[in-house]
């Protein structure tokens, strides 16, 4: 069975300051994939970032950043100089490549302030 | 917006009542799925079809059943309602059911659906 947990329930910033978002997963597949969702207050989900297990390069994309690292199980996630529209919950979500369904974490909740 | 439809975007029905939650994934998706988050669950997969056919299933409580219809728009039925089945609905898309190591298999979600039951 797969877990991801996000140890971080609620992180409350100034805007322009950075926001890294904590993420730690279990499973015993080799192959598996790590993704990234953001759920504004209007509550839809939008998917944000993709990264598969056997690809640990970091990148940056916008604003985004994260870092995987496969020795920890971590998979987080940095916002940089984040802005009010950031506030929202976000949540880490594990694919293992033989299943069908996302686990998702109890996501963390961002509340940027002017 | 994903691309993903789904309607109604509220519901608010009484206890034992019967509520059909319909979605339009994106054009192209053959794969559909359905979510549900409440406070004390989180966010949990309730099942998955593609092209039509059930794929996975995981905690969908018996009362609830799902189908895909041909032009692949998905419907999940709820009946004899309970509070506790008061929740947000997501449903998903991809274009495939299961990985290939692509992101084809990345699910899209719709703004969900908020039941309240009474």
């Known amino acids: 069975a797969q877990k991801v947990t996000q140890a971080q329930t609620e992180i409350s910033v100034v805007e322009k300051e950075d926001v890294t978002l904590d993420c730690v997963y279990e499973?015993?597949?080799?192959?598996?994939?790590l993704f990234w969702y953001k759920q504004p207050p209007s509550g839809e989900l939008v998917f944000l970032i993709r990264r598969n297990s056997f690809d640990e390069q970091n990148e940056i994309s916008g604003r985004y950043s994260w870092n995987f690292q496969k020795s920890t199980s971590s998979f987080n996630f940095t916002i940089t100089a984040s802005q009010v529209v950031d506030s929202a919950v976000y949540f880490c979500a594990l694919k293992v490549a033989a299943g069908n369904k996302l686990t998702f974490g109890g996501g963390t909740r961002v509340l940027v302030k002017p | 917006d994903s691309g993903v439809t789904q309607t109604p975007k509220h519901l608010i029905t009484a206890t034992g009542q019967r509520v059909t939650l319909r979605c339009s994934p994106r054009?192209?998706?053959?794969?559909v799925y359905w979510y549900q988050q409440s406070l004390d669950q989180g966010l949990q997969f309730l099942i998955q079809?593609?092209?039509?056919?059930?794929?996975a299933k995981g905690n969908i409580l018996e009362r609830f059943s799902a189908q895909q219809f041909p032009d692949l728009h998905s419907e999940l039925n709820l009946s004899s309602l309970e509070l506790g089945d008061s929740a947000l609905y997501f449903c998903?898309?991809?274009?495939?059911?299961?990985?290939?190591?692509?992101?084809?298999?990345?699910?899209?979600f719709g703004p969900g659906t908020r039941l309240t039951v009474l």
């Open positions: 079809y593609y092209n039509g056919e059930e794929r």
């Open positions: 499973t015993r597949d080799t192959t598996y994939y």
């Open positions: 998903a898309s991809s274009v495939v059911g299961t990985s290939g190591g692509s992101s084809t298999d990345t699910q899209y």
């Open positions: 054009s192209g998706d053959l794969s």
